[in-house]
């Protein structure tokens, strides 16, 4: 399984995916990633073998997104969304779509934010029918695991202190191992 952190951070998604990371399981973060922008230049249809004409980390995430059937991503919300670290890693996916390598993969996703769950249940939404979207263009299984919060913005670097914590980490662990 391969685990992406899709936080400018390695706090509260990173923390979370190293909960549920298991021995033979890759976590690979963002954050210290040189990833450029998808061109649109469209050689991806033509040079498999090499994925992109752009030679950057992202051959790295190639390689761990063919290999695994399944990928749980970690995001928080930003501006009502997942980052743009993730959204640009997600933009690099166009030579999955032109080649058929998400074909049966299980996407997982989690996602953390500052506000209570309620509080933020239209962002939520948004983000999962987003994923929701482009797991039809990609054709892959789209699964929200859940979201996590302190419900406390002072404290929002400890997602831990979430009351439910550990029963929502154990119920995602059971979910992606089954």
């Known amino acids: ?40 230049c469209d050689k991806c ?42 959204k640009n890693m997600i933009d690099r996916c166009n030579p999955f779509y032109h080649h058929d390598y998400f074909n049966g993969k299980t996407i997982y996703l989690i996602l953390t934010g500052q506000a209570t769950q309620e509080e933020n249940e239209k962002e939520i939404e948004a983000v999962v029918r987003y994923f ?19 419900g406390d913005p002072s404290k929002i670097d400890d997602v831990t202190r979430d009351k439910e914590y550990k029963d929502k980490i154990n119920k995602i662990i059971s979910t992606i191992h089954d």
């Open 132 to 150: 929701e979207g482009i797991s039809e263009w990609l054709n892959f299984n789209f699964k929200f695991l859940d979201y996590f919060t302190t």
């Open 1 to 40: 399984m391969l685990l992406i952190n899709g936080s400018n951070r390695e706090k509260n998604n990173y923390q979370i995916l190293k909960e549920i990371k298991t021995e033979k399981d890759q976590l690979l973060s963002l954050s210290h990633k040189n990833i450029k922008y998808c061109l649109g």
């Open 45 to 86: 249809r033509k040079i498999l073998d090499e994925y992109c004409i752009q030679k950057d980390d992202m051959q790295e995430f190639y390689q761990g997104l063919k290999e695994n059937d399944k990928i749980v991503l970690a995001s928080p919300l930003y501006m009502s969304h997942i980052t743009g670290l993730l």
